[in-house]
């Protein structure tokens, strides 16, 4: 199964909106309503922003939300803020016989300027 | 809070077997899914695979001839491993919390470094 696509990097000025998209092929993001984004700083562990597409988990700011349109799922990221710079990964899982396979997109680094 | 801790040896020399532990702490491994993904350095993430409180699991076809995932309730924890590794298996290993339905990673150990080399 191949890695989800999305851009290699995205940059934006502080205040400003960006997105980020995370394109499949038509078999699986298309047809499944569980993405998620990650964020993840230098090393440190990812951290989840949006799941099942659109939903926030709580804590997580609300200048993070997540659409999906066709075999594209978006992130976007609203009034960027010095600290959204990281790279960011979304993630699809989907049923093959009856067992579940994921995959992570190629991920983007987001920089602030 | 729940709380994720890998522990392994953080060098493996190659064709030998890569073994890790995951803790869970604050809660308990039953009734949830579990994953192992890994990310070898200044690259993205890569899923392992998942294993369910009673065993059952999947994993990444294109290392599912190497890995087994298991399961100790008694001391909450779950294990990876993978055989016959190589320099292409150096990476940081994460374990997670992987919420279904739903398939996302709620809770994440810090990571460790695994470099296999001679």
């Known amino acids: 199964q191949s890695a989800l696509t999305q851009p290699a990097s995205v940059s934006g000025s502080r205040g400003q909106s960006i997105t980020i998209s995370c394109t499949g092929a038509s078999s699986d993001v298309g047809g499944y309503d569980y993405v998620s984004w990650y964020q993840q700083h230098p090393g440190k562990a990812p951290k989840v922003l949006i799941y099942?597409?659109?939903d926030r988990p709580s804590g997580v700011s609300h200048r993070f939300s997540g659409s999906k349109s066709g075999i594209t799922a978006s992130l976007t990221i609203s009034g960027l803020q010095a600290e959204d710079e990281a790279d960011y990964y979304c993630s699809y899982c989907f049923s093959k016989r009856s067992s579940r396979i994921c995959v992570f997109g190629t991920g983007t680094k987001v920089t602030v300027l | 809070q729940v709380q994720l801790q890998e522990s392994g040896p953080g060098l493996v020399k190659p064709s030998e077997t890569l073994s890790l532990t995951c803790t869970v702490s604050?809660?308990?491994?039953?009734?949830?899914?579990w994953s192992w993904i890994r990310q070898p350095p200044g690259k993205g993430l890569e899923w392992i695979g998942y294993?369910?409180?009673?065993?059952?699991?999947n994993y990444n076809p294109s290392l599912k001839s190497r890995v087994t995932i298991s399961v100790d309730t008694s001391k909450n924890q779950f294990s990876l491993k993978l055989s016959s590794v190589t320099a292409a298996d150096t990476a940081v290993y994460y374990c997670a919390r992987d919420h279904f339905p739903g398939s996302y990673y709620d809770y994440w150990g810090q990571g460790t470094l695994v470099t296999v080399s001679s």
């Open positions: 604050g809660g308990s491994i039953s009734s949830y899914y």
């Open positions: 099942e597409v659109s």
């Open positions: 294993i369910y409180h009673s065993g059952y699991g």
